[in-house]
């Protein structure tokens, strides 16, 4: 049966029911039945609309898109070993969060929705600010006053009222809900549609590997939207015969913000308070996922693990993938952190996504690329 499903308390909404929980206050999931056809898939255009029949919207006259999706997936030599590096950066709006927008929005669309919410970090503000103008729908983002200017110049030119809130990011979670109380709550933490769009990035790894899982995903994990919606495409995959396995889901985070290896590690089942510090991985610095223990599931689950990354790491990392020509936000480079940090990842075909471009964090890369090249000066690499 298809609807919105309350895992806590079992309550079952009908599919276009405008709402983002439930009514005892806790997360929904989407109960759907994805089908696969891929004789239809290989001949429709490269985007992620290519599976359509997995993909909650019933009309395609209120579907919202760019033509997004379908990124490059290449192998990247590091020298520790080769990575598979999907390239989210190029969405249209600069990262990976563009999969869910464009579900979400369209649903939104399709319920009659006039306005929306979202809080964002950044990248899925974005996000949500350009679908939504591309539907007429209205919208307003609030943000940490922390978020990278070239963020917020974004959300302002998509036309989105833009809200700065003081304080930790969870502030501005705070904030978010409050106004969702009036407005429909366009979250890519809590609304589920949100995840029907990121389980396409399952979809596309299957289908550039030749229809077939990788052994392991390494995944920035803060909210959880990638990994989350990873593992939904995946077991949908696994549920039509299309995989024979579910492949490892490693989360990857931020040292000094990592409520869920915490979590990990002591064997919780729910998040603990941690003590956090300012990282340069805006992205993923969320002291108290609403998904945590959803996320850590997911993890147990899949035999992955929670892996964690120090500032000085990704900065490492951010420069060997700047070397190679790939220019992409700190947040992205925490799984290629943690490659060259931990062996026992580097098994079999491991998939990683550099989740977003480094355009939207140039004041941060300017400062990582000149301390990187007065590094090189100091042991005589360059003389410029």
């Known amino acids: 049966m298809n609807g919105l499903l309350c895992k806590s308390c079992g309550t079952m909404y009908p599919m276009n029911d405008p709402r983002w929980r439930c009514d005892c206050g806790d997360l929904l999931t989407v109960r759907f039945r994805a089908r696969f056809d891929r004789k239809k898939i290989v001949r429709r255009k490269p985007t992620m609309w290519r599976y359509r029949e997995a993909l909650p919207i019933d009309d395609d006259d209120h579907v919202v898109s760019f033509e997004e999706g379908m990124t490059p997936m290449i192998p990247v030599d590091l020298g520790a ?3 598979l590096l999907k390239l989210e950066q190029l969405f249209p709006t600069g990262s990976y969060k563009d999969r869910g927008a464009a579900v979400l929005i369209s649903k939104a669309k399709e319920m009659g929705i006039a306005r929306v919410v979202e809080d964002s970090s ?11 103008a591309k539907a007429g729908i209205e919208c307003e983002i609030l943000v940490p006053e922390s978020t990278s ?12 009222a833009l809200r700065r809130i003081p304080g930790s990011r969870e502030n501005t979670a705070n904030a978010a809900l409050a106004a969702a109380e009036t407005t429909y709550y366009a979250s890519h933490s809590w609304n589920p549609f949100f995840f029907q769009g990121t389980k396409t990035f399952a979809y596309e790894v299957w289908e550039q590997l030749g229809f077939r899982a990788p052994d392991a995903l390494l995944l920035p994990t803060g909210n959880g939207t990638l990994l ?5 495409g995946f077991r949908e995959l696994k549920e039509n015969g299309l995989v024979d396995k579910m492949p490892r889901h490693i989360a990857v985070q931020a040292e000094n913000c990592a409520p869920l290896l915490a979590m990990f590690r002591n064997g919780l089942d729910s998040v603990p308070a941690i003590a956090t510090r300012e990282t340069i991985a805006e992205g993923v610095a969320i ?7 959803e996320i850590v599931d997911i993890v147990r689950e899949t035999g992955g693990e929670v892996l964690a990354v120090s500032d000085a790491e990704v900065e490492k990392a951010l420069i060997l993938l700047g070397g190679k020509g790939l220019y992409v936000e700190p947040t992205s480079a925490l799984p290629v952190a943690a490659f060259l940090k931990y062996p026992g990842v580097r098994f079999g075909d491991v998939v990683a996504p550099l989740t977003g ?9 300017l400062e990582i690329a000149s301390k990187g090249r007065k590094k090189r000066r100091k042991e005589g690499r360059t003389t410029a």
């Open 287 to 293: 002291a108290n996922p609403v998904r945590g223990k």
């Open 228 to 232: 989350i919606g990873s593992w939904i």
């Open 357 to 365: 471009h480094g355009l939207k964090a140039n004041e941060k890369m």
């Open 122 to 132: 950044g990248n899925a503000g974005c996000a949500i600010a350009a679908y939504a």
């Open 149 to 160: 200017p070239g963020k917020l110049a974004q959300i302002l030119l998509y036309g989105a």
């Open 81 to 83: 070993g080769t990575l």
